[in-house]
């Protein structure tokens, strides 16, 4: 479908769409979850026990828009106060979350690598 403003340019629908909202829980990314209890992407691109403040510093990487509530209780684990991050996207949502789980295993990769130069750092 192809929309004409003003006679002369032309948009696909899918450029003249609003950005969407999507309500991301930590349970959606987590490895340690099976998919009866929220995880929705697969276990080899999932993290272990992610935060809601690593989903946060991975959508400012990512330089996404975004909204943290803190407190927010997943369904499915109602007894655990993770919180949830509102994402406003184009996209999938599966596209998102797995930009996300991605984003987050790199940060902790470079965390992890910084830690052992500073411990490699000290014996010497």
Do not use: C, H
Not at 33 to 38: A, I, M, P, S, V
Not at 68 to 87: A, D, H, L, N, Q
């Amino acid at each position: 479908m192809v929309i004409k403003i003003n006679g002369n340019n032309t948009y696909t629908k899918k450029e003249t769409v609003k950005r969407k909202r999507n309500i991301i829980w930590p349970a959606y990314i987590d490895a340690t979850l099976t998919r009866r209890y929220g995880r929705r992407i697969p276990k080899n691109i999932a993290v272990p026990n992610p935060t809601i403040e690593e989903m946060e510093e991975a959508a400012k990487e990512l330089k996404m828009k975004y909204i943290v509530e803190k407190g927010k209780k997943y369904p499915k684990t109602w007894f655990k106060s993770e919180g949830r991050i509102i994402i406003e996207e184009i996209g999938r949502k599966v596209d998102i979350i797995k930009k996300l789980a991605l984003t987050i295993s790199k940060i902790r990769n470079e965390k992890q690598k910084m830690r052992e130069s500073e411990k490699g750092k000290g014996k010497k």
